[in-house]
């Protein structure tokens, strides 16, 4: 890519070309390329737009939890372990749409037995991310929740990990005095809203089986 013009400010201008670009398809909920997939190549390609500041990072405060956003019930369990080591394990109130979420993600070293804090609410930089996603209509890999109604994000608890077996895929997880504040999520960024609603959990396991290789 080469850029032309860059003004940093907000409505500044953004003016690049990009050169001699391949393009390869990808399965998002796999989160792999997809095995003799479409591939696109672009010679040259222009870019002109205004910009736009990335938002600051999220403020964390104490939620106040209130009736109806008081602990999660789930029926239903999905884990996924990915091929870059992330886990993904994913507990909703029906197997079926529309449904709340709470979904666990895990993208640093994680070990059966290790009890892990949950104390950064920014979807950009946490490592063991945890978030509740109301009424959400389909299946989406939208981390903007596009298919749902209302995000909270986790700031506060304990994740207790206390079987993790890549061999068979069995994962168990024990979520404890956990914390979460209403934000918006635009992309990788977590914004914080006005007057935001709390909800909290006091416990929760999430465990099932990820689909492993032969």
Request: charge should be negative.
């Amino acid at each position: 890519m080469t850029i032309t013009v860059f003004e940093p400010t907000e409505g500044g201008a953004f003016e690049a070309t990009l050169n001699d670009i391949v393009l390869e398809e990808f399965d998002a909920d796999a989160n792999d390329f997809v095995v003799n997939g479409e591939v696109t190549c672009l010679d040259d390609t222009a870019l002109s737009m205004s910009t736009k500041p990335l938002p600051g990072a999220p403020v964390w405060t104490a939620p106040v939890c209130a009736d109806g956003t008081e602990g999660f019930t789930a029926t239903y369990n999905n884990i996924f372990f990915s091929s870059f080591g992330a886990i993904l394990a994913t507990a909703t109130t029906t197997e079926a749409f529309p449904r709340d979420e709470m979904r666990l993600e895990l993208y640093g070293d994680y070990e059966a037995g290790g009890v892990y804090q949950i104390d950064d609410l920014n979807y950009n930089t946490c490592e063991t991310c945890l978030s509740i996603q109301t009424n959400c209509t389909e299946e989406s890999a939208d981390i903007s929740g596009g298919t749902c109604d209302t995000r909270y994000n986790a700031g506060a608890g304990t994740l207790t990990i206390t079987t993790l077996d890549e061999t068979t895929g069995e994962f168990v997880g024990l979520i404890e005095n956990a914390q979460f504040i209403e934000v918006d999520q635009e992309g990788l960024h977590t914004i914080n809203v006005d007057n935001a609603a709390g909800w909290c959990v006091d416990s929760i396991t999430i465990s099932g089986f990820a689909p492993v290789g032969d």
